[in-house]
């Protein structure tokens, strides 16, 4: 979306970078929308990567060029508003009646051309390029180092999370429906469990359905049902255990919706709830309905984090820790900011969130109770809307 290209490269200056090399899929997807991320409804750029990198080149001030292979052209041409599109030589052959241009025969060397020419446009005479040091090669960091020696190379991660982190209006229509979609599949899920089905069975269901209603992809799809893989926040779904009387059932779904997430966590219990899963979630349920009036324009992501934490650990376990109670969302399962004691940034409006307190009892099962949350200009708006109580079921 080019409003977010816009965001960009105004944090871009504020960084001093001259030029920023988008390379991480879920990034390049942010500031192009060519689908090329994991969660895209076919995968086949984000699986062939490495073998064929796709990369935005964004000036601090003009238009932004992709370089991308030939034989991604027409998906690109088909999503992305960016028209300066520079091909290297594929591996795989398309007949086209109008002969493609090709600006090299390489990745590296399409790549190195489009930089080049960027930086004379308009950067310093010993500009910064800014990379993405959690995702660049180093294959291709060596080669662009050897190209531009004297240039300064700088992580300029934090910069597109900075950017990312606030949502345009049609990112957070897509936020909103994803929840729609989430909230509809979850319901399926809750009426399934009468019939004791398996968790295989289930996290099955619950992709159907989140397909069915529009979503494209999913982030994590937890079904932690029982002793064993309640308290496991990995929990894979075990094939042959049906759910049986007595279980805690953890669901914890991220739905992914043209590309943003919504992340919502909901807790079950099979026809009876324990005593001490009962006690501990009404704790639970305290401290998130205590505090979510804390998520507001101004108040800092880590006043969330501290007030919950200090809330469970005074009146249910003392040794109670979380490394955050929530988290933004977006693009990816995580987005800035971090509801997290060390995180001090001030929430804003435009900003999506999930909102989570869980605990995790081992030998018992999981519990969690977690909702979507948007940050108003003035306020909040929870936008995810499910029953929040345990559900017996």
Not at 146 to 172: C, G, H, W
Not at 190 to 202: F, S, V, Y
Not at 276 to 298: C, M, Q, S, W
Request: proline share 4%.
């Amino acid at each position: 979306m080019k409003q977010n290209m816009q965001r960009l490269q105004k944090l871009m200056n504020d960084a001093d970078l001259d030029i920023l090399i988008v390379s991480a899929p879920e990034n390049v997807f942010y500031v192009s929308g060519v689908p090329t991320s994991f969660t895209n409804a076919n995968r086949l750029l984000f699986c062939s990567r490495r073998n064929s990198p796709l990369m935005c080149v964004v000036p601090s001030e003009g238009e932004p060029a992709l370089v991308l292979s030939a034989a991604a052209l027409d998906v690109t041409t088909r999503n992305s508003w960016i028209r300066d599109l520079r091909l290297y030589a594929t591996g795989t052959y398309i007949w086209r009646e109008k002969k493609v241009e090709l600006e090299a025969n390489t990745f590296l060397d399409a790549l190195r051309k489009v930089v080049s020419e960027k930086l004379r446009r308009g950067a310093s005479a010993s500009a910064r390029i800014g990379i993405e040091f959690n995702d660049f090669s180093t294959v291709n960091y060596e080669a662009m180092k050897k190209a531009f020696p004297k240039e300064r190379f700088v992580d300029a991660n934090e910069t597109l999370m900075l950017s990312r982190m606030i949502k345009n209006q049609e990112e957070i229509a897509r936020f909103k429906r994803a929840n729609q979609i989430l909230c509809k599949a979850i319901g399926v899920v809750e009426n399934a469990l009468k019939d004791r089905p398996t968790e295989a069975e289930l996290d099955t269901l619950l992709k159907y359905t989140m397909l069915k209603e529009g979503a494209e992809s999913w982030q994590q799809t937890t079904i932690a049902a029982g002793r064993v893989s309640g308290p496991d926040i990995y929990n894979q779904p075990v094939p042959k255990r049906k759910i049986k009387t007595g279980d805690l059932i953890r669901l914890d779904v991220g739905c992914v919706y043209k590309g943003y997430t919504a992340d919502l966590s909901r807790t079950f219990a099979v026809e009876r709830v324990h005593p001490r899963a009962a006690k501990t979630y009404n704790v639970l349920r305290e401290a998130f309905e205590e505090y979510i009036d804390l998520l507001e324009p101004g108040r800092k992501a880590s006043a969330v984090n501290v007030a919950v934490v200090d809330y469970v650990r005074e009146h249910l376990d003392k040794e109670y820790y979380r490394g955050n109670v929530g988290h933004g969302v977006g693009v990816e399962l995580y987005d800035k900011p971090l509801l997290g004691a060390e995180d001090h940034t001030p929430l804003q409006g435009g900003m999506t969130l999930s909102y989570e307190v869980p605990y995790h009892i081992s030998g018992l099962g999981g519990l969690n109770i977690e909702d979507s949350v948007l940050i108003t200009k003035s306020s909040r708006q929870v936008v995810s809307k499910y029953e929040r109580d345990i559900i017996v079921v």
